[in-house]
């Protein structure tokens, strides 16, 4: 059963987690504090679903919440790619409504690239030294 709880618990902390990267990601004219703000935000929901998941997590609780981060960077850096791959598409843009100009969307490099290398990396480090060492030599 806590396991069950933890996985939940983690799954839906990881999607917000994504969100957060996906945000990072976007640049739509807003000065920088505003973005650190949507992030900040952002991170403030995902944070209480993954403290929870890794308390109920009856294993490595560290690599648990490690490996969820790896997979919520990978998740959200995906979905960007894919966003932005979408919009720069001149098909796709013909379907949007003509009454409406196209919605102003860039790529944050800067902001993005650090924030998938802080939640990835640190997502990295939980993994690696969360997991538990086999012992390589009796106790004594």
Do not use: C, H, K
């Amino acid at each position: 059963m806590r396991r069950a709880l933890s996985v939940i618990l983690l799954i839906l902390g990881g999607w917000l987690l994504a969100s957060e990267v996906l945000m990072a990601w976007i640049n739509v004219g807003q000065p920088p504090a505003t973005e650190l703000g949507i992030i900040g935000i952002m991170l403030a929901f995902s944070a209480p679903f993954l403290l929870l998941g890794m308390w109920a997590s009856p294993g490595n609780r560290f690599a648990d919440l490690g490996v969820t981060m790896i997979s919520a960077a990978g998740v959200g850096a995906a979905v960007a790619a894919i966003t932005f791959i979408m919009l720069s598409d001149p098909g796709f843009t013909n379907l949007l409504p003509s009454d409406r100009p196209v919605p102003y969307f860039r790529v944050a490099i800067v902001s993005g690239l650090l924030n998938l290398l802080i939640i990835g990396g640190g997502g990295w480090l939980l993994y690696r030294f969360g997991r538990r060492r086999p012992m390589t030599e009796a106790p004594r």
